[in-house]
């Protein structure tokens, strides 16, 4: 009886004594507060208390203030891990909800508690196929859409199969249902009002989706995680979404915030998760390639619009028509014997069931397998045939690119017709975001526009006062070049507060849009282009007679983009519908522009304006700028 006795106390009290043992010779303290927890349980500073945990998940913690506590989490999870409780969405031990907190805990505190067998996520791990390492995938901007310049992250596990698109992909986005309000995506996605969560799925299924159906370029940054850290990463990941969830934010606790947070817990030393007023992926991208020996290669995978304008290109003007012809059906496919001919209508074939599904169902479906039978027969490319294959455009690259923000500092002068007097002025401009026409391509998709939102103040030399130049609000532009493989428009829109150019007002502030939709084409090769937009303007101000004004008009100009260097010839009319005021009323605008790229985050740049007025009675407005461009995240 004695022998039970002393038998049931010791297993009773054993975890309390391997606790009582490393609280000896250690500060439960200094844990608890040591970098590797607090990334491992996702806590950051706040204003209210010392830490707030950004997992929002109430069953992600075993104390009752653990969210805002981290030592008391750190003692109810050492004593969690020896109950026979169950926890999480799929009811398990603790040990097996919450692996990689079981694994630290064993590791740097020298817990001792039995283990228990974890079947759901040995399963869970089983399906990556013996990971070895990660790939942090970047996904690049649509075509033809600047707004998503932002680009979105993924994870990509690598693992021992010998194709890499048969390796694991995980993707974590907000859970929005199909038939959502636009609306209410906005509001919720900026507020948060969805959940963000995990998914699994083959990297195929994820390059099908981004490749191929939205022509985007992937960048794949495998990183120096070792197969012990990449199974703990897989844990980690595990313990979040069988146990707790997270709140998405568009702006801040997005896809790329959330997944380099994951790595900080695997890694506390990186400070990879920080950022400024938004987690914006392609600059958090950034924080992984300058992090020191953080990624070990980095791979790319061009768009499907890519691949096919690579062949296209290559096609000489025999070989064009062949490619026309058999795309317009005027000849069978068998009837063309130049193989890089077919290689392009395949292109273009594969591009219209990504892009026009009804359309390719209707025309091309039985079409390509014909397609594909005519090109075996002719055999592989000869080496001549491959040499005039072109390298893929790989400008994408978001940590070639410059950051998010920009100051820019200017000096210029402005000059009425009819004045012999030339105003000076100094003007100092901070834009939120993102990119403009005259900005280095590099990290962006090439001729794209997005800007949201600015601010530029002025001081004028002649009237010693400060003035707020310009509030814009967005700016975006689109210049997508027509070709055979795709003729989308080239669109553009604007709206801002800032005075009018053409009579001769400086301080009246007129509330603007500005929208167009035309055409472009590369001029050459597809460094330069040019094009030609319809546009509407709409002006409110109420010193105007009408107290508003509004035209159609027409806008044109040119891109050509030498090197390290871009210059910009651009040519608009709008004509005001305002025939109470004046007949046939217009207004011509031309602008120029030269930049330098010094460096990554360094821009100089010479632009000038020039406004004419239809009526003698507003004069016309010179201005020039020597402007001075300096990026920042």
Known sequence: MKFFLVTLLITLFAPVKSFAEWN?????????????????????????????????????FFAEDGKTNPEAE??????????DIKVG?????????????????????????????????????????????????????????????????????????NNPLLDSGLNYAAVVADDENPFAFFYFGVFGGYIGSYTHQPYYVKVNTYVNFESRDLWEYELTFTPEEVRNFIAH???????????????????????????????????????????VPGEMIKNLAFTPDAVKEVHFRPSHYK??????????????????????????????????????????????????????????????ETLLSARAKLGMLTDEEKHRLPEIPKETRPDLGHDVAAFVTSYGTSTFSGSDQTSEFFSLKFRSAYHDLLNSDRGMI????????????????????????????????????????????????????????????????????????????????????AYLLGTMSTELYDGLPLGYRLGPGVETGVLVNPSNVKLQLGLKRIWYLDPKVQPNHYVDSVKTGIAWHLQRNWELRQTGLWVIGSSETYPQQFETFLSVYYFFH
Not at 112 to 132: L, M, R
Not at 254 to 275: F, G, K, T, Y
Not at 447 to 474: A, N, Q, T
């Open 89 to 161: 969405k799929l009811k398990q031990h603790p040990q097996c909800a919450f692996p990689y907190r079981f694994y630290y805990l064993k590791k740097n505190l020298n817990l001792k508690v039995p283990e228990q067998k974890c079947e759901k996520f040995e399963a869970f791990v089983k399906g990556f196929n013996n990971p070895k390492s990660i790939s942090i995938v970047y996904s690049s901007a649509y075509p033809n859409n600047p707004a998503s310049m932002f680009g979105h992250l993924l994870i990509k596990v690598n693992s021992e199969r």
């Open 446 to 529: 090439r001729y794209g526009k997005i800007e949201f939102p600015s601010l530029e103040v002025r001081y004028y030399d002649d009237e010693e006062h400060l003035m707020i130049e310009e509030l814009g609000l967005l700016k975006s532009m689109s210049l997508h070049p027509l070709s055979h493989i795709s003729q989308k428009f080239s669109w553009k829109i604007e709206t801002r507060i800032a005075p009018a150019k053409d009579y001769g007002c400086l301080n009246c502030r007129h509330i603007s849009a500005d929208g167009g939709i035309g055409g472009s084409l590369n001029l050459f090769n597809r460094r330069h282009i």
């Open 237 to 279: 990941i595990w313990e979040i979404e069988t146990n707790s969830f997270y709140w998405y934010y568009f702006f801040d606790e997005n896809c790329a915030h959330q997944i380099l947070m994951a790595l900080e817990a695997i890694r506390p030393d990186w400070e990879v998760s920080d950022h400024t007023w938004a987690a």
């Open 307 to 368: 691949q096919a304008m690579q062949v296209l290109n290559a096609l000489t003007p025999e070989e064009k028509d062949g490619f026309l012809q058999i795309i317009q059906k005027d000849v069978e496919p068998t009837e063309v014997k130049h193989r890089l001919s077919l290689d392009a209508s395949i292109r273009y074939v594969e591009y219209l069931r990504n892009e026009k599904r009804s359309f390719y169902e209707k025309n091309y479906k039985n079409f390509r």
């Open 24 to 60: 000896q010779s250690l500060s439960l303290s200094e844990v608890a507060h040591s970098k590797s927890w607090l990334k491992l349980l996702h806590y950051r500073e706040a204003w209210t208390t010392d830490y707030k945990s950004l997992v929002d998940g109430p069953d992600f």
């Open 74 to 83: 750190l003692k109810a999870s050492l004593e969690a891990m020896s109950k």
